[in-house]
């Protein structure tokens, strides 16, 4: 099975913070439960290299303030000030840029949404010393309002942000900036959704709103039918958290989790929000132990080795994806005989089948010296929690992740992948133009 890269130029680049999570506040995500000032919470989640952490999903919507002179008398979801200030310590201990979603249903008497209680919100977060990178408004509120209406209520909060930080330009480091609209069904491909996303981006742009991002929601299906993995996580009918129901925690979930990673940046994505980082059963932790899931291993060696300049690879079609980017800067204390840097090459290589597979590897990259972190299932298989790198089980302890250790490889031209496996290659020493721009 022959891959192909093209090494003259990046076909795409990414943001620096493209492997991101959320936080969910939704009641089923535990999240008025969980203690979001755990040091292990803190460990685990600076561990983990994320990008961007979104303060986001449906309970946002739902959320009444109850911070500063702002109550919660009577309101069955109250973000307090405990909540508040643990989720501001939270995303600065994992060293992650917060984008906060703002409660679109805020109405104000003349149907607008009413900026009132998001000023406290955000003035209370800047007197305690924290900063905001974005905001969002609403989460997938597409059935609910217009784009031309809500591209209205986005220039509400471009005129609340000109308020608070006394009319700075956008390239400030402190003023924070503007995501959304955040609709849903753009998984379906519906021209609907579609449509709705040019209107408000237009309908944004005339009203003066200074739009740094368009986002959407998306539920992955991963292609042939009968892969491992084949469901991406979704929302409908989540139980609460139950550490024997954990449907989309399993190693097969890897496979659809990396799929799209790869997918997405190579379609010319910025960034990549995976839902979420813990909470019910599809979190990158189990949401009973705190203990890491199979996807949060894919996601740190993602980090650690796939960099922002996205190469074009190709691979026929049938069991095997192949993805090449130019190296990661992000280091992993936790990821140890690795030398990547934006000059070498990192390859993803995920085989979806029972058997192993022999690849060719395109002649750029063959006869280079490599490491190489294989992920494969534990004795339960790919419907297990287990997880195996380079054949060894990784074993986690309270706030202390196992080491994550890659084998030096002569790589030929012929590269053999083990059954049901995700594999990372750094590759070193290879004559790629696109990596030395």
Known sequence: ??????????????????NSWNIDSSANRQFFERNLADPELHYLAAASLPGFLRFGGTGNDELTYGIG?????????CLNETLFVNLLNFSHAAG?????????AYRTSEGRWDPAPAEVLIRHGLALGFEFYAFELGNEQNDNYSPESEAADFAILHKLLDKIYDNQSLATATRPKIFGPDPHSFHDVEESTLTFLQKFAQSALEQGVDLYAVTHHEQVIVQPANAPGEIGPHNGGSPGCNHSSMRWA???DVFWYLDALGAKAAAGYAAFCRQNFIGIDYGLLDCATHEPLPDFYASLLWSATMGTAV?????PEGSVRFYAHCGSTRQSPFVHNLHSSPVTVSVLLLNLAETPQSVGLPASLANATASVFV???????PAGTQVKLNGEMLEYSYMQLPTL???RHQLNSTLVLP???ASFLSIEDVAVPACFA
Do not use: H, R, W
Request: proline share 11%; with cysteine.
């Open 405 to 407: 250790v890659g084998e």
């Open 419 to 421: 059954p049901q496996s």
């Open 311 to 315: 190469l074009n690879a190709t691979s």
């Open 375 to 381: 992920l494969e299932s534990g004795p339960a298989g």
């Open 250 to 252: 399993t190693f097969a």
């Open 1 to 18: 099975m022959p891959l192909t890269l093209d090494v003259g130029a990046p076909m795409t680049i990414t943001l620096p913070e493209y």
């Open 96 to 104: 992650a840029k917060l984008v906060f979603g703002l409660n679109i």
């Open 69 to 77: 002179n702002l109550s919660c008398a009577g309101a069955p979801y």
